[in-house]
C-alpha cells in the first residue's frame, strides 16, 4: 500500500514564524488547540516501510523525523540506521534543502536532484559534510519528463517542469532550460496516482492535464488572495509576482481547478499570512465547500 505522509504543511518561516506577531500566529500561540501551530512542508513517501523517501528536506525535519515513528531507527537493526534510504529535490530553496544538513552523521543515502540543484548543493562548502566518506552520499540526476523508481521501492517518481528560477542567494548559477530549478513530481505506486506541487507559479494546460490524471493532487497554497502579502507587510509584491497562484478569485486555484476530478485537492504549503489557516475563517469554510482540503501536519493521505 503506498503511503503519501505530510509531516509539516507551512510555508518558509513555520508556523506561528519566528519574528511574527500577526493575528494568525499570536492565535497559533495563544489558542494552538484551535489554530494549529505547522511545521515548514515535508512530505514522505513509502510503500514498504523499510524504504521511506522524503520529498525535499525541511529545516524542521529532524523534529518531524521523531513525531513519526515510521521514520525513526529501528532498535533490532544496530545503533545507526535509518529506514530512511533517499530524499527527492524538487527544488533548491532553503526551507525545502536545509534539512539535508540535519542528515549527515554518516548515514548514507540517495539524493536525486537536477544537473543544476546539484551543481548549486556541491558548490556549498556546507553540503560536503554529506560526502565526507565515500559511498555516503549517492547523487543520482534526474530530468523532467524521465520517470524512475524510488531506490528499492516500486514506487514511479516521474519529475515534471514547473516555472520557477533558482532562489536568490544562487542567482550566479544560470537556470538553463526550464525544469532545471523547479519541478512537480508525478508519483505511481499500488494504482494510486499523486501530483506533488507545493510551488505553482501558474496552471498551465500541461500541469491542469498531469492533475487530471491523478486521485490525489497537492497544490501551492501559499496564499488566499493576491494582494495578502502587501495587506500586513507594506511595500510587498503581490502572490502573483513572486510566482504563487493564489487560492481565491477568477484566476486563482479552486476556480482554474474546478474541473479538475481528484478524489483528494490538499492545499500544502501554507504561508502565515494565509487566512485559511483559522479554521474559523471565512476563507477556510470557502476551501472546504469548494472540495479542497487544507494540509494537517501528520496527515495521511488514505486517512
Ligand atoms: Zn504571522
Redesign the pocket.
Known amino acids: 500500500m503506498l503511503h503519501f505522509r505530510l509531516l509539516g504543511t507551512a510555508a518558509g518561516g513555520g508556523?506561528?514564524?519566528w519574528n511574527?506577531?500577526?493575528d494568525?500566529?499570536a492565535s497559533s500561540r495563544a489558542e494552538p488547540e484551535k489554530v494549529s501551530p505547522r511545521m515548514q512542508l515535508q512530505a514522505a513517501v513509502w510503500n514498504s516501510s523499510d524504504a521511506i523517501f522524503l520529498l525535499n528536506a525541511s529545516p524542521d525535519l529532524r523534529f518531524q523525523i521523531e513525531a513519526n515513528p515510521e521514520l525513526r531507527p529501528r532498535t533490532n537493526l544496530g545503533n545507526r540506521n535509518t529506514p530512511i534510504q533517499g530524499i527527492v529535490l524538487t527544488t533548491a530553496d532553503l526551507d525545502q534543502i536545509l534539512g539535508l544538513l540535519l542528515l549527515r552523521e554518516f548515514q548514507p543515502l540517495t539524493l536525486y536532484a537536477t544537473a543544476l540543484i546539484r551543481r548549486v548543493l556541491e558548490a556549498n562548502s556546507f553540503f560536503r559534510m554529506l560526502e565526507r566518506v565515500p559511498n555516503q552520499l549517492s547523487w543520482v540526476e534526474i530530468q523532467a519528463g524521465v520517470p524512475f523508481a524510488l531506490g528499492t521501492s516500486d514506487i514511479v517518481c516521474t519529475p515534471f517542469a514547473m516555472p520557477g528560477e533558482l532562489p536568490v542567494y544562487a542567482r550566479e548559477f544560470a537556470s538553463g532550460k526550464p525544469g532545471q530549478a523547479s519541478l512537480g513530481l508525478l508519483l505511481e505506486g499500488d494504482g494510486m496516482r499523486i501530483a506533488y506541487t507545493p510551488v505553482v507559479p501558474a496552471i498551465t494546460d500541461s500541469l491542469r492535464t498531469i492533475y487530471s490524471r491523478c486521485e490525489a493532487i497537492f497544490v501551492d497554497g501559499t496564499f488566499w488572495s493576491d494582494e495578502e502579502l502587501s495587506k500586513?507587510h507594506a511595500r510587498m509584491p503581490t502572490a502573483q509576482a513572486i510566482g504563487h497562484v493564489p487560492m481565491s478569485g477568477k484566476d486563482g486555484t479552486i476556480a482554474l481547478l474546478s474541473d479538475v476530478p481528484a478524489l483528494q485537492r490538499v492545499f500544502v504549503h501554507l504561508n502565515?499570512?494565509n487566512p485559511v489557516l483559522d479554521p474559523r475563517s471565512g476563507a477556510y469554510n470557502a476551501v472546504v465547500e469548494a472540495g479542497w482540503k487544507i494540509a494537517q501536519d501528520g496527515w495521511e493521505l488514505g486517512q
Open positions: 508556523f506561528p514564524q511574527c506577531a500577526c494568525k500566529c500586513t502565515n499570512t
